[in-house]
Nanobody
Framework: VQLVESGGGLVQSGGSLRLSCAAS????????MSWYRQAPGKEREMVAV????????TYADSMKGRFTISRDNAKNTVYLQMNSLKPEDTAVYYC???????????WGQGTQVTVSS
């Protein structure tokens, strides 16, 4: 099983980034996919979730209206479009695959996002 995040980097406040997470080694379309983030000295927090068929998305309150999660089951990839970035969005962003009721959960290695003021 592999989850490989990409697309992180340094961006100015107000800018945009698009993160990608390429999955392999499991049946991607059967898993809900999530993005989490962890800032230095803080706990990991949920950013956004998308269900296996892509029909339902959920966002943390501070990301609503700025971030959009999407997936392409044909490409085994989940995306996170981040707009209007703020310095407080600076964190390592992690991709997670989980299958409810089966107790299965996989994590990527993370990608750094740094927003300068």
């Amino acid at each position: 099983v592999q989850l490989v995040e990409s697309g992180g980097g340094l961006v100015q406040s107000g800018g945009s980034l698009r993160l990608s997470c390429a999955a392999s080694g499991f049946t991607f379309s059967r898993y809900d996919m999530s993005w989490y983030r962890q800032a230095p000295g803080k706990e990991r927090e949920m950013v956004a979730v998308i269900t296996s068929a892509g029909g339902t998305t959920t966002y943390a309150d501070s990301m609503k209206g700025r971030f959009t999660i999407s997936r392409d089951n044909a490409k085994n990839t989940v995306y996170l479009q981040m707009n209007s970035l703020k310095p407080e969005d600076t964190a390592v962003y992690y991709c997670n695959a989980h299958r409810p009721y089966y107790g299965l959960s996989y994590w990527g290695q993370g990608t750094q996002v740094t927003v300068s003021s």
